[in-house]
């Protein structure tokens, strides 16, 4: 655990009753960095990030933004926080315009970045003399994310933030969380796009029924994990795959054979070196894997590539 | 200035309807004095005392004051029709309720993701409620004195008695606004505190007005909000019931107090 975490989630316990939403969590996210949060619906994603912005009090534990408990000193805790709202959530009598003048004063700060975001996502100023009424589900997201971003708060925690984006509008987005993220900006983001998480997030952390399964940077959480791989072979290597060390037979139809591999190659190449093999598709671990391999759910899943 | 702008915010919802309400408030206590004149009171308290005292009862007219006090008797039907009361607790209730919409819908996350405390927030509504709170008691008695304005008559009559008639109905929708906004800050969405809400008020309104038929009631009126709400006699004998205004701000003050703690306590729904 470093001094200078940003975001720190310390043994954070929640309970609803009998029923335990998250579980002794631990979490620290570093400065400039942009931290994944994944988990599926009911993992705890959404308690531990209403715990951070102090809209519910721990059973136990505690969360802190830049070293303020969340829940004894919000108001310190908020002070430089952008936070990226549902869509739903905004005011629809408002005009674009004066919902965004109306976030930037309740931050306290000018609105900076404004321009820059509402190009980035493509929102015509125009459409902002409307009253959100008449808006799009998309058009509410990028709304939402202008009034998150505007005022260029150090820390944004963003759930499902390319929500209603179209993918040409997400990839900007991206383009610009790396961009504060470069400026020093710190990010927590929770995404059900796990190919989206991979592409921009440095450190993700899973959570699992209210625990942490993983928290580690991408990358080495992707290396350490399984590859997907195909082979088509005359030969019946099924039985004799499986017996590959840290090779699991996943599926096999005919001639093909799925297989995840866990650690070296050389055990696999070896095993095949001996068979006839007509075709082998390796394919680079991902954080879909990745995920799913923590959610038990790979070996029910064709190659999802 | 962050209270400021959330009162704003918070008194811009419905504002419409709020204004709908008032001016319907206005022209509904405007039309009370050219009807008293036009139909004559010496017409009107036969009538009204042979009325059976469940109608009596139910309209909250107290024949015993109003007859033979002429126009100004007639003033307090403005005060105590249940048409009234309706329209002046709709408009307390649906700002009151408004809290918990805004956690319903997740607006205040608006808000409460910023540097902004829950007490901010709730104290903006509590101004809010307050300064509707006035504009209602305000409008009604400004209805009577500019109907009054309208009618030539020679009939002396007491406007200074409005005072202490929009004191009352001031301290009345103190009490409404103070538990609505306490049940608001308990509540989970806004159709909740208002069901709640007019439930309270009208359990009040029937212990009120079954206490006058069945005496078994009586032991129980001091537990109607509308035990402390008389504007008949507070109009025809122009006295300040500083009992009754007593009674009405300790509970609204309460209900407020209460609902402050809740809403700084709770977590928002999700």
């Given at each position: 655990m470093t001094d200078d975490a940003v975001i720190r989630v310390e043994r954070l316990t929640r309970r609803y009753g009998r029923r335990l939403?998250?579980?002794?969590l631990d979490l620290t996210v570093p400065p400039g960095t942009i931290y994944g949060f994944l988990g599926p619906n009911g993992a705890g994603k959404t308690t531990t990030i209403r715990a951070l912005l102090g809209f519910l009090r721990p059973t136990s534990g505690r969360t802190l933004i830049h070293g303020h408990?969340?829940?004894?000193d919000g108001l310190a805790a908020r002070a430089r926080l952008g936070y990226l709202v549902?869509?739903?959530?905004?005011?629809?009598?408002?005009?674009g315009s004066a919902q965004l003048d109306f976030a930037a004063r309740l931050s306290q700060?000018?609105?900076?970045?404004q321009d820059r975001i509402l190009d980035a996502l493509e929102?015509?100023?125009?459409?902002?003399?409307?009253?959100?009424?008449?808006?799009?589900k998309g058009m509410r997201q990028k709304l939402a994310l202008t009034a998150a971003f505007q005022t260029d708060p150090d820390v944004l925690i963003l759930d499902e933030?390319?929500?209603?984006?179209?993918p040409l509008v997400q990839r900007r987005f991206e383009d610009l969380l790396r961009e504060r993220v470069a400026a020093g900006r710190t990010i927590l983001m929770s995404s059900h796009d796990l190919a989206e998480v991979e592409r921009i997030c440095g450190h993700v952390a899973i959570i699992r029924d209210g625990r942490l399964v993983a928290d580690q940077p991408v990358d080495e959480l992707i290396r350490r994990r399984l590859r997907v791989a195909e082979i088509r072979s005359p030969a019946s290597l099924g039985a004799g795959l499986a017996t590959v060390p840290g090779v699991r037979v996943t599926g096999s139809d005919g001639g093909r054979h799925r297989i995840t591999i866990e650690g070296d190659l050389q055990p696999l190449l070896a095993f095949l070196g001996q068979h006839p093999v007509e075709d082998l598709i390796i394919s680079p671990p991902r954080l879909e894997d990745v995920f799913f391999g923590f959610y038990g759910d790979t070996s029910g899943r064709e190659d999802p590539r | 200035m962050t209270g400021l702008l959330l009162l704003g915010r918070a008194l811009r919802q419905g504002f419409y309807g709020t204004l709908a309400l008032l001016l319907g408030l206005f022209v509904f206590e405007l039309i009370v004095p050219p009807v008293a004149r036009d139909v004559g009171t010496e017409q009107l308290d036969p009538v009204l005392e042979s009325l059976p005292p469940a109608i009596q009862a139910i309209t909250r007219s107290s024949p015993d004051l109003i007859?033979?006090?002429?126009i100004q008797g007639y003033l307090t039907v403005g005060f105590t029709s249940p048409v009234f009361l309706l329209m002046i607790c709709a408009g307390v209730i649906a700002f009151t309720s408004g809290l918990a919409a805004e956690m319903e819908r997740g607006s205040i996350q608006l808000a409460?993701?910023?540097?902004?405390s829950r007490l901010t927030v709730y104290g903006a509504r509590v101004v809010g409620a307050i300064v509707l709170a006035a504009a209602f008691a305000a409008t009604g008695p400004l209805g009577i004195l500019v109907g009054l304005g309208l009618i030539d008559t020679d009939e002396p009559i007491d406007?200074?008695?409005?005072l202490p008639t929009a004191a009352g109905i001031f301290a009345l929708l103190l009490a409404v606004s103070g538990v609505t906004l306490c049940l608001s800050a308990l509540g989970r969405a806004s159709g909740q505190v208002v069901g709640w809400s007019i439930s309270w008020l009208v359990a009040s309104y029937f212990i009120d007005y079954f206490a006058t038929l069945w005496s078994a009631l009586q032991p129980f009126t001091?537990?109607?909000?509308?035990?402390?709400?008389d504007p008949t006699a507070t109009l025809v004998?122009?006295?300040?019931?500083s009992d009754n205004l007593l009674v009405l701000g300790a509970i609204g003050v309460v209900g407020f107090v209460a609902g402050g703690i809740v809403f700084r306590l709770r977590d928002l729904p999700g």
């Open positions: 939403a998250v579980d002794a408990d969340s829940w004894r549902e869509s739903g959530a905004l005011y629809a009598d408002m005009s700060g000018a609105p900076v970045l929102l015509d100023r125009d459409v902002l003399s409307r009253r959100l009424g008449t808006y799009s933030p390319t929500d209603g984006l179209d | 007859v033979g006090q002429g409460l993701s910023r540097s902004v406007r200074m008695a409005l001091p537990l109607s909000v509308f035990n402390y709400f004998r122009a006295e300040w019931s």
